[in-house]
């Protein structure tokens, strides 16, 4: 014990300086972190962990604001514009490296993706790819058949492990300096997304009266509700679609298609589809299988946005149990 307790008290320095870094890491995710192997470094940091929880406090607000159409609307097309980025750009482009983007286009879609609050571009593909090396093992964070539901869905990416980017895995990304600086400052983009959903709501109020909305409302609706509606959507991936649905191939791991996860997630809900042949741009193998970012990704290569968009090789669904 007295081993344990002098290795702490080296590794942090002091308590005081330990919870000085976490909140300056609010801001600035490169910001020195404590030694993984001097504090609990799979355990949730809860100090770090408190604007994750005020973005749920913050639907609470609708008590006061209430709710009007042009609110929800504003919500839904956050929503949408939102996961496309992430699930066309942070998990098929910048993590498996399924098409080519001009510069411009990438860093205009990282830049949408950071307006989710699922931390950078840089953090996300990491993780990613982390997990697919390592799916369903002990070495995954968030397995659900080995942490449990819970820490599959949403405790794990609070811990002092999780919370760093592991550059390594990540070589082709990190070489751009706009992405590094969005990974970086993973909160200004949310802030501004915020104060622009208050501006947004204020603006019609004066101009529109009659569609009966304000900037307290545009800001509960059109950005922490929708942000959570968001988030719990997107990790649905990680617990859900790896315990409910069905299995086409015969992976390792233990991924299911699930469409009801799939029209949630834009595609992502054909995650065995997925995890048998990662490399694809596609996730919904047969044409029933509605996939709408692979839809949005076919419309930008018509446009000349972008390029490259692997296809599902022949050898794939022929090995597929239908």
């Known amino acids: 014990m007295l081993d344990s307790d002098s290795k702490y008290a080296s590794g942090g320095a002091s308590v005081r300086g330990w919870r000085w870094q976490t909140l300056r890491r609010w801001y600035d995710t490169r910001e020195p972190g404590e030694p993984l192997d001097c504090l609990p470094a799979d355990r949730i940091d809860w100090l770090r962990a408190t604007p994750f929880l005020l973005l749920h406090v913050g639907c609470l607000g609708v008590l006061w604001t209430g709710v009007s159409s042009a609110a929800l609307a504003v919500a839904a097309v956050c ?18 490296r399924s098409f080519r983007a001009g510069r411009a286009v990438q860093f205009i879609f990282a830049l949408i993706g950071a307006a989710c609050v699922q931390r950078g571009p840089l953090w996300w593909a990491a993780h990613h790819r982390n997990h697919h090396r390592a799916a369903d093992t002990v070495r995954d964070p968030h397995s659900p058949g080995i942490h449990g539901f819970l820490w599959a869905h949403m405790g794990w990416f609070l811990t002092p492990r999780a919370f760093r980017t592991d550059l390594r895995r990540v070589p082709d990304l990190a070489r751009f300096p706009e992405l590094r600086w969005l990974d970086r400052y993973d909160i200004a983009v949310p802030l501004l997304l915020a104060a622009a959903m ?15 909305t304000r900037g307290s409302q545009m800001l509960v609706w059109g950005f922490f509700i929708s942000t959570v509606a968001l988030f719990h959507a997107t990790v649905t991936i990680n617990s859900l679609a790896h315990r409910y649905g ?28 997925h995890h048998g042949f990662p490399g694809c741009a596609r996730q919904g193998f047969l044409w029933w299988e509605i996939d709408l970012t692979w839809y949005g990704l076919r419309l930008m290569a018509a446009l000349g946005l972008v390029s490259g968009l692997k296809p599902l090789p022949a050898r794939v669904l022929a090995r597929a149990r239908h």
């Open 79 to 96: 929503y949408a514009i939102r996961m496309f980025a992430l699930t066309g750009f942070y998990h098929r482009g910048f993590s498996h």
């Open 246 to 273: 069905s299995r086409r191939f015969a992976t390792p791991d233990d991924s299911r298609n699930n469409l009801w996860l799939a029209l949630l997630t834009f595609g992502e809900g054909w995650h065995n589809n």
């Open 198 to 212: 208050y501006g947004l709501g204020a603006l019609l109020k004066w101009r529109a009266p009659g569609l009966h």
